[in-house]
């Protein structure tokens, strides 16, 4: 990408923030907002009988994420707890069950890509299984495990496996038929061929099954938080509804955003690195 490009990028993408927080600015300072709420409801919503929306403005929900950001870790009690170690709590939940599906999905993978038998004989299954929401694993987890904790890692080893699988095992079958001869040619192990051949040819697909793994891990913690309460960020978020704190509710959401971006881009800087041009 050109110097130029990326400066008028960068330039759009400023106008395009400023337009949408002057856009919503706007729109909750205005008197529609809350003109046909009942008066108990405006007052239980945070908004006056006179139209104020209840929804927060740009401005008030940055000084929410300003308080959250100067005092991240604070601690005062189960049900308030600061951001930071919310947003710790659930990082570590998705760090866990992922590394657990990488273990288990590149290994398989390659299987399934260098065997047609296994690719056959586990086809049926993978078809029938990555469908299913991981949240409707919850259940059965809380059932079986009766932990909160380890069944919200389980989820996140289900639904983090099967991007990786079936890209492993595309990448792994896709190898260029021309390498495998030549590796053949020169009589090296299955081993060595698998690990100086293969694993490198298949790199970029395997990264970006993991890229799509981690970003659906994140997606699906929240969620999963929601329903099993106690810690993280989606615990935070469902608790701050309960508190009526559309602010904090909000402030979570860019919480979310941002570290679903950096999760993204850390696994983008590592799927460039095993890029190659033929």
């Known amino acids: 990408m050109s110097l130029s490009l990326r400066w008028r990028a960068a330039v759009l993408t400023v ?17 529609g907002g809350a003109a046909t709420m009942s008066p108990e409801y405006a007052a239980l919503m945070g908004a006056t009988a006179k139209g104020a929306s209840a929804m927060p403005g ?23 707890k600061g951001v930071g170690i ?12 992922f590394l657990l599906a990488v273990l288990m999905a590149v290994p398989l993978g390659f299987l399934i890509g260098m065997s047609p038998l296994f690719y056959k004989a586990l086809d049926p299954f993978i078809q029938v299984l990555k469908p299913v929401s991981p949240l409707a694993w919850m259940p059965l987890a809380l059932y079986t495990i009766k932990d909160s904790t380890i069944s919200s890692v389980f989820v996140i080893y289900i639904c983090s496996v099967w991007p990786m699988l079936i890209n492993t095992a595309f990448g792994v079958a896709s190898v260029r038929r021309e390498w495998l001869n030549v590796a053949r040619t020169l009589e090296v192990g299955r081993l060595r061929t698998a690990l100086r051949v293969i694993l490198p040819a298949a790199g970029p697909t395997i990264m970006t099954g993991m890229r799509i793994s981690i970003g659906i891990a994140w997606l699906v913690i929240v969620a999963a938080e929601m329903l ?41 800087f590592f799927t460039k690195l095993v890029t190659y041009v033929e």
């Open 15 to 31: 106008f395009i923030f400023f337009a949408f927080t002057a856009t919503w600015e706007l729109s909750v300072g205005g008197h």
């Open 58 to 80: 740009p401005l008030k929900v940055g000084g929410q994420l300003w308080e959250h950001v100067l005092n991240p870790f604070y601690d005062k009690g189960p049900n308030d």
């Open 86 to 97: 919310q947003l710790g709590y659930s990082i570590a939940r998705v760090a866990v069950g």
């Open 228 to 268: 099993v309460g106690g810690t993280g960020i989606g615990y935070f978020v469902w608790n701050e509804w309960n508190n009526l704190s559309i602010t904090n509710v909000i402030a979570a959401i860019v919480f979310i955003g941002l570290i679903g971006m950096l999760l993204d881009q850390v696994l983008a």
